[in-house]
């Protein structure tokens, strides 16, 4: 991944952190870049995901899931995604980076739609994520 991507897509997070549907909570963004273009972008937020989906495995019967960028973002991408992949951002009020990793549900999304490699924030600057055939 060419780091000048990473660096426009955190910018861009940074400028609309505080209009993310979640500032107050925990708001993340994810970005689907194929050919080293983005593609497509998702926000997190409070609406309820489908059942088909897979968020409410919980045992908690009364968690209720939230809508994660991930699923977002590949809802609102109008290309045939392949060899594919995905950066996630995640940031505090104050614009620092913070664990962004994507969750087993995403990574399995992800991987069944070809995504090779998802890029993540930590708390000390980037990671990555090769993904394999079930997450």
């Given at each position: ?115 090779k490699k998802v890029y993540f924030t930590t ?13």
């Amino acid at each position: 991944m060419k780091k000048s991507i990473l660096e426009v897509i955190l910018n861009k997070c940074k400028r609309t952190l505080k209009s993310h549907p979640e500032y107050e909570n925990f708001p993340h963004w994810t970005f689907l870049v194929q050919d080293n273009q983005i593609v497509s972008q998702g926000l997190n937020r409070k609406h309820e995901p489908s059942l088909s989906l897979g968020y409410h495995n919980c045992k908690d019967k009364s968690f209720i899931p939230k809508w994660h960028s991930e699923p977002d973002s590949i809802k609102r991408c109008v290309r045939i995604l392949n060899n594919f992949s995905a950066i996630n951002v995640r940031l505090n009020r104050q614009g620092q980076m913070k664990m962004s990793m994507p969750c087993k549900t995403c990574r399995r999304i992800l991987s069944t739609l070809n995504c090779k490699k998802v890029y993540f924030t930590t708390e000390f600057g980037w990671q990555s994520l090769t993904l394999r055939n079930g997450y």
